[in-house]
């Protein structure tokens, strides 16, 4: 059975046709970088990554590509407030990014693009559209001929007269009509530049991601991805500028995350509401977070509360406690149970539920409940009075398999804190004081397993990770 796609396009289900078999080409929609990424912009990274990775365990080869904006208004204004170079506020957020999302259990993509290291690109991908009449020029601006474009509104399934009534023009724009964007600004007064045919300047939002995919991933690409906010203008605009361009589709399928609420009401900076990465993972388990964010369908909205939270990390907990259960009874076990094929069809059912799920629009929700599954059945197994290590490895590897798709890692090495440690050395000094010397040698075993080195001084007994 293909895995079927909610295309946003169509508004319906379709079984995915890659453009060359066994590949996919897919370009998500990534962060403008100047601040530390919230829960909002977690949340696609974490769904499209668990994306790539389905898709890799269903055998195909996947080119991944995740671009950064690193130059803004928002960029510029936060180097301006801070008193730094935007190349240097930039490339510290991009490593924020890294750091955050790596700890969220996500890989790098193939290709990281920067806007600031593909302006000849941009120029020329904006002459192209002037020449065949999409671009205009207006007081060092280039804008796009919105109407010019037949298409304009099938991803947003908006007409153009529709899309007219909210659209504006803001001070000191000279459009030709309300619903033209920007393709490229003139520079302000002591803003970062870049030199072009019509003068000073730096690109528009819009255009960056349309022609970062073109370069690296061709005319036509399989997927592109991004939240739910990004369909319109953003993705619509990228759809008229790129075909407008090549004369070509753009992307065949569009996938789009929902919201995220905190405590029932939409996240807004605003508001003040938005919650960072870099804060939460300091307060919980990384990986808490990202079963919590695949623990609802990805185009369903989902609310973030403390609660819910606390329900991802006792859920976690329970898949982690059987899979940890398992792998001590097989460390202690080599005898054979009688009833190893009844138990092995029960797994490779679980597993088949799992890809079921999966195949449907990537739902993760019901996913984990496989994995829930999965523990349960390995649960009662554990009850069984004779268990065989052949079932016991199966169990492992079915849940090594499922989890990695969904980035979720079950080894929990637990972090032994230095009071931990203090107190043990004190309890085997005061034990070798009294002559226990069975205690004190448990103790230096303990220690050693702990990976808690020795040392005798002058001072007294010191010690150091090994």
Same mark, same amino acid.
């Given at each position: 059975?293909?895995?079927?796609?909610?295309?946003?396009?169509?508004?319906?289900?379709?079984?995915?046709?890659?453009?060359?078999?066994?590949?996919?080409?897919?370009?998500?929609?990534? &962060?403008?970088?100047?601040?530390?990424?919230?829960?909002?912009?977690?949340?696609?990274?974490?769904?499209?990554?668990?994306? %790539?990775?389905?898709?890799?365990? !269903?055998?195909?080869?996947?080119?991944?590509?995740?671009?950064?904006?690193?130059?803004?208004?928002?960029?510029?204004?936060?180097?301006?407030?801070?008193?730094?170079?935007?190349?240097?506020?930039?490339?510290?957020?991009?490593?924020?990014?890294?750091?955050?999302?790596?700890?969220?259990?996500?890989?790098?993509? =193939?290709?990281? &693009?920067?806007? /600031?290291?593909?302006?000849?690109?941009?120029?020329?991908?904006?002459?192209?559209?002037?020449? #065949?009449?999409?671009?205009?020029?207006?007081?060092?601006?280039?804008?796009?001929?919105? %109407?010019?474009?037949? *298409?304009?509104?099938?991803?947003?399934?908006?007409?153009?007269?529709?899309?007219?009534? *909210?659209?504006?023009?803001?001070?000191?724009?000279? #459009?030709?009509?309300?619903?033209?964007?920007?393709?490229?600004?003139?520079?302000? &007064?002591?803003?970062?530049?870049?030199?072009?045919?019509?003068?000073? *300047?730096?690109?528009g939002w819009h255009?960056?991601?349309?022609?970062?995919? !073109?370069? $690296?991933?061709?005319?036509?690409?399989?997927?592109?991805?991004?939240?739910? =906010?990004?369909?319109?203008?953003?993705?619509?605009?990228?759809?008229?500028?790129?075909?407008?361009?090549?004369?070509?589709?753009?992307?065949?399928?569009?996938?789009?995350?929902?919201?995220?609420? $905190?405590?029932?009401?939409?996240?807004?900076?605003?508001?003040?509401?938005?919650?960072?990465?870099?804060?939460?993972? #300091?307060?919980?388990?990384?990986?808490?977070?990202?079963?919590?964010?695949?623990?609802?369908?990805?185009?369903?909205?989902?609310?973030?509360?403390?609660?819910?939270?606390?329900?991802?990390?006792?859920?976690?907990?329970?898949?982690?406690?059987a899979y940890a259960?398992?792998?001590?009874r097989l460390d202690?076990?080599?005898?054979?149970?009688?009833?190893? =094929?009844?138990?092995?069809?029960?797994?490779?059912?679980?597993?088949?539920?799992?890809?079921?799920?999966?195949?449907?629009?990537?739902?993760?929700?019901?996913?984990?409940?496989?994995?829930?599954?999965?523990?349960?059945?390995?649960?009662?197994?554990?009850?069984?009075?004779?268990?065989?290590? #052949?079932?016991?490895?199966?169990?492992?590897?079915?849940?090594?398999?499922?989890?990695?798709?969904?980035?979720?890692?079950?080894?929990?090495?637990?972090?032994?804190?230095?009071?931990?440690?203090?107190?043990? $050395?004190?309890? %085997?000094?005061?034990?070798?004081?009294?002559?226990?010397?069975?205690?004190?040698?448990?103790?230096?075993?303990?220690?050693?397993?702990?990976? $808690?080195?020795?040392?005798? /001084?002058?001072?007294?007994?010191?010690?150091?990770?090994?």
């Amino acid at each position: 059975m293909a895995i079927q796609i909610f295309n946003s396009l169509s508004r319906e289900k379709e079984p995915f046709v890659p453009m060359e078999e066994g590949k996919v080409k897919m370009y998500v929609c990534g &962060p403008t970088v100047y601040n530390y990424i919230h829960i909002g912009n977690a949340r696609p990274v974490i769904v499209y990554d668990t994306v %790539r990775k389905y898709f890799q365990y !269903r055998g195909y080869e996947v080119t991944y590509v995740s671009n950064f904006t690193d130059v803004d208004d928002k960029i510029i204004n936060a180097a301006n407030k801070l008193g730094e170079d935007v190349s240097e506020l930039t490339e510290r957020f991009i490593q924020a990014y890294f750091a955050d999302v790596e700890a969220l259990g996500c890989s790098r993509a =193939d290709a990281h &693009p920067r806007v /600031t290291d593909h302006m000849i690109e941009i120029i020329d991908f904006i002459k192209v559209l002037e020449e #065949k009449g999409y671009a205009y020029e207006s007081q060092g601006d280039m804008y796009y001929r919105t %109407r010019k474009f037949d *298409g304009y509104g099938k991803l947003s399934h908006q007409s153009v007269d529709d899309l007219k009534v *909210g659209a504006r023009i803001q001070t000191g724009e000279k #459009k030709e009509d309300e619903l033209d964007f920007a393709l490229w600004k003139a520079a302000k &007064p002591g803003e970062i530049f870049w030199e072009s045919p019509w003068g000073q *300047g730096r690109p528009g939002w819009h255009i960056e991601c349309s022609v970062m995919a !073109r370069e $690296i991933l061709g005319d036509t690409i399989d997927i592109h991805a991004g939240g739910q =906010d990004l369909t319109f203008p953003h993705h619509e605009n990228e759809i008229a500028q790129s075909e407008a361009r090549t004369g070509k589709t753009f992307a065949r399928y569009w996938m789009h995350n929902g919201y995220i609420n $905190i405590d029932n009401e939409k996240m807004s900076k605003s508001l003040g509401n938005f919650v960072l990465v870099n804060d939460i993972r #300091k307060q919980i388990d990384p990986q808490v977070l990202r079963i919590f964010m695949l623990g609802v369908h990805y185009r369903h909205p989902i609310n973030y509360s403390q609660e819910l939270l606390e329900q991802a990390e006792a859920g976690l907990d329970r898949i982690r406690t059987a899979y940890a259960n398992v792998l001590h009874r097989l460390d202690a076990t080599a005898d054979l149970g009688d009833h190893d =094929d009844i138990w092995l069809h029960k797994i490779e059912e679980v597993k088949e539920q799992f890809i079921i799920a999966m195949d449907d629009d990537f739902n993760t929700a019901n996913g984990i409940a496989a994995v829930f599954e999965l523990a349960k059945v390995a649960n009662t197994y554990l009850l069984e009075k004779q268990t065989s290590a #052949k079932v016991l490895k199966q169990f492992i590897a079915i849940f090594d398999e499922l989890t990695g798709v969904l980035g979720l890692s079950l080894r929990v090495e637990k972090e032994v804190l230095d009071e931990e440690i203090d107190a043990l $050395i004190e309890e %085997r000094n005061k034990a070798r004081k009294d002559r226990n010397f069975a205690r004190a040698d448990e103790i230096r075993d303990q220690l050693k397993e702990m990976n $808690i080195i020795l040392e005798d /001084t002058a001072q007294g007994i010191r010690w150091k990770r090994g």
